[in-house]
């Protein structure tokens, strides 16, 4: 079935469950941070080494206001600021590795999350979400290439996993 076969409702029903589902997800991670700091890093992990400028449209914040946010995740290691090597009048603010294992463990679980709750699933429904996942695949790179990131795959791999 092609989404012009679907029922006119289809979609927005579909897009609702799915920001349900995400909403909640988020709200089951740690509150050790503001979304918007966990977002930055995953941001930083995904992309590489980026300008205050762009991170602050990347996340859709002021640029004072990252500057603020940059400031105390640098203070507690997560990041840190060097010099541009192709132009020494830009600084970027890069991941450590601290940074980098943060956003590695929350991914972790947030994916055990899910796992506990596809667990409860019945076979059929399990089988369902597996017969989706090459559709849910697509989604995500289409958001990805919304947000003008491309196809490139999260924290450098190709796995459903590290995804």
Same mark, same amino acid.
Request: glycine share 10%; no cysteine; proline share 4%.
């Given at each position: 079935?092609?989404?012009?076969?679907?029922?006119?409702?289809?979609?927005?029903?579909?897009?609702?469950?799915?920001?349900?589902? =995400?909403?909640? =997800?988020? /709200? /089951?991670?740690?509150?050790?941070?503001?979304?918007? #700091?966990?977002?930055?890093?995953?941001?930083?992990?995904?992309?590489?080494? /980026?300008?205050?400028?762009?991170? =602050?449209? =990347?996340?859709?914040?002021?640029?004072?206001?990252?500057? &603020?946010?940059?400031?105390?995740?640098?203070?507690?290691?997560?990041?840190?600021?060097? $010099?541009?090597?192709?132009?020494? /009048?830009?600084?970027?603010?890069?991941?450590?590795? &601290?940074?980098? %294992?943060?956003?590695?463990?929350?991914?972790?679980?947030?994916?055990?999350?899910?796992?506990?709750?596809?667990? $409860?699933?019945?076979?059929?429904?399990? %089988?369902?979400?597996?017969? &989706?996942?090459?559709?849910?695949?697509?989604?995500?790179?289409?958001?990805?290439?919304?947000?003008?990131?491309? #196809?490139?795959?999260?924290?450098? #791999?190709?796995?459903?996993? #590290?995804?």
């Amino acid at each position: 079935m092609t989404v012009s076969e679907m029922p006119a409702d289809a979609p927005a029903a579909i897009g609702a469950v799915l920001y349900d589902l =995400a909403t909640r =997800a988020a /709200r /089951r991670l740690p509150r050790d941070m503001s979304l918007t #700091s966990a977002a930055t890093l995953a941001t930083l992990q995904r992309t590489g080494p /980026r300008r205050i400028t762009d991170l =602050a449209m =990347a996340e859709r914040v002021t640029q004072p206001a990252m500057t &603020a946010l940059v400031r105390v995740m640098e203070e507690s290691g997560l990041v840190q600021r060097r $010099g541009d090597p192709s132009d020494r /009048r830009v600084t970027l603010v890069w991941l450590t590795e &601290a940074g980098a %294992e943060y956003v590695r463990r929350r991914r972790r679980l947030g994916i055990q999350a899910f796992e506990r709750l596809i667990g $409860g699933l019945g076979g059929g429904e399990a %089988e369902a979400l597996l017969a &989706a996942l090459p559709a849910l695949e697509h989604l995500a790179e289409l958001e990805r290439a919304d947000r003008g990131e491309g #196809s490139e795959q999260q924290l450098g #791999s190709g796995s459903a996993e #590290s995804r």
